[in-house]
């Protein structure tokens, strides 16, 4: 049973930085992409990270350059840094996971590509 359980999330000031972490289990970690998407109030959750098997990883424009996912395949955690984060940033981030190979896409995938999805955590971003 696959289980994907996020973690790290606050409430910081404009300009700090979070770390959110995922623990998973259940399947074969290294056969899988991982990924994170957020969610604002009223608005469709969207992609903002992913990190496919071969340690590529992808990522959404809005977080170019501010973001960076990473994973330890040891303990089958997937991180995502968050530094100079904004108020827009504001959502709850979710952990998703998908078997897949190689994303060879400059995009990220839409939430209905993945079949995995853990609970949330709610990151707040004041200005």
């Known amino acids: 049973q696959v289980h994907l359980v996020e973690s790290g999330g606050g409430s910081v000031q404009a300009g700090g930085s979070l770390r959110l972490s995922c623990e998973a289990s259940?399947?074969?970690?290294?056969?899988?992409?991982m990924a994170w998407f957020r969610q604002a109030p009223g608005k469709e959750r969207e992609g903002v990270a992913l990190?496919?098997?071969?340690?590529?990883?992808t990522y959404a424009d809005s977080v170019k350059g501010r973001f960076t996912i990473s994973e330890d395949k040891t303990k089958n955690i997937v991180y995502l840094q968050m530094n100079n984060l904004k108020p827009e940033d504001t959502g709850i981030y979710y952990c998703?996971?998908?078997?897949?190979?190689?994303?060879?896409?400059?995009?990220?995938?839409?939430?209905?590509?993945?079949?995995?999805w853990g609970q949330g955590t709610q990151v707040t971003v004041s200005s």
């Open positions: 998703a996971a998908e078997s897949c190979g190689a994303w060879w896409q400059s995009s990220l995938p839409q939430p209905s590509y993945f079949s995995y």
């Open positions: 259940g399947f074969t970690y290294n056969f899988y992409c």
């Open positions: 990190i496919d098997k071969h340690d590529s990883s």
